[in-house]
C-alpha cells in the first residue's frame, strides 16, 4: 500500500516580476537573514556586483561574493562548499543554469537553504531537487537541495540571450513526453507513481502553451515560461525523481552530449527537438508541440544550428543505455527503429536536420 501522505519542500517565497532584483535586500531582512554568500560568476558579478552592493549595504546585511568557476569540477566544488563560513544563514544563486546547479549543489552539502535568482529561463532547474553536474566529462544529475525562495526579475530575463529563451521553450515540452513515459514504466515495472506530480507537471506547460500571442521577448510570455519551468521543478520534487520532467527525451540529449563529447547544443535545445521526435514515436500532442515550436521560433532556431541527422541518429540508438534502470518507449526496439523512421518521413525534422 502507497504511502498516505508525503512531505515535500516547497519554496517559501516566489516572486516573479519587473524589479524583483532590486528588493532581494528587503525580502531579507524581512525574513531576519543577517549573514549571505553570493555565488555568482565573473560575467554576472562584473554586471551586477554594484546593484548589489548598494541595496545590501543601505540595509546593513553582512554578505560576501564567491565568484565560482562554471568549469569547476565535483571535487573542487566540494572542497569549496566546506570552507564556506560556518556563520552562514542563506546563499544566493546568482546566474545562469550552471550557477543556479552549483549553488543547490553547495547548499545540499552545507545545509544551507538558498535562494534561487536566475538571469536566464533555460531550463526548469530553476527550482529542482537535483542539479546537473560534470563527472569524468559527462553530465550526471546528483541529489540537491530545493531553494528556500526564488527571486526572478522579468526585466532581466527578457533581455537574457534568444538562445537561451529558445533552450527554456524547448526544456519546458519535455513534461509532454516525460510524463508518458512516467506512465508507461509504471504500467510495465508495476512502481507506483505520484498522481499529483503528474497533473502538476503537464499544468505547468498546458498553461504556457496555451497563451493567444507567442512573442517570446514579452513580458507575459516571459513570465509564463519562468512559472512553467518553476512548476516542473516543483513536479519533480512531489515525485521524489525527475520522471515527470525527463523521460526518454532527456535520454536523447544526454546521449548527444556523449556522441558530440564537445561542441554540444544548449541542452535545452537538444531536449526541445528530442522532445519533438519522441512525442511522434509516442503519438502524443505532436501537433500542438509543433505548432508551439513555430509560433515561438524554436524551428528557425533550431534550423540555424544546421544539427546533423547523423548524431540524432546515433543518440537515439544509445538512448536506451543512458540510464539502464528506466523504462521509456525507447526501451523497445520497435520504437528506436519508428524514431529514426520518422527522422526521413517528417516535413520539419527534413528542414532543420542536415
Known sequence: MRSITHKISIPSIVKIEKGSFDLIGDILIDDNIERVIIIIDQNMHNILSERIDKQFKKIKIEFSFLIVDTNLSLRKLSKTAYNLDNKTQLLLGIGGGSIIDRTKYISYLRKIPWISIPTSPSNDGISSPLSSLYIDNKRVSVPAKM??????????????????????????????????????????????????????????????????????????????????????????????????????????????????????????????????IVSRVQENCSKEINMFFTKTGFWEYVEELKIKKSVIVEAIKLAPFIKENRYTILSNQEYIDKAIRILDEDEYLKRVLF
Open 147 to 276: 531553494p528556500y525562495g526564488i527571486i526572478i526579475d522579468t526585466n532581466i530575463i527578457m533581455n537574457s540571450p534568444y538562445h537561451m529563451i529558445m533552450s527554456g521553450i524547448g526544456d519546458s515540452v519535455s513534461n509532454i513526453t516525460a510524463v508518458y513515459d512516467m506512465e508507461l514504466e509504471s504500467k510495465h515495472t508495476r512502481n507506483q507513481k505520484d498522481d499529483f506530480s503528474v497533473i502538476f507537471s503537464l499544468q505547468s506547460i498546458s498553461s504556457l502553451m496555451g497563451l493567444p500571442i507567442m512573442n517570446v521577448r514579452s513580458e507575459k510570455f516571459i513570465e509564463s515560461l519562468l512559472t512553467s519551468l518553476v512548476m516542473s521543478g516543483i513536479a519533480m520534487e512531489m515525485s521524489g525523481t525527475s520522471k515527470p520532467s525527463s523521460g526518454s527525451e532527456h535520454l536523447i540529449s544526454h546521449a548527444i552530449d556523449q556522441v558530440l563529447e564537445i561542441n554540444n547544443y544548449p541542452h535545452g535545445i537538444q531536449v526541445g527537438l528530442s522532445t519533438y
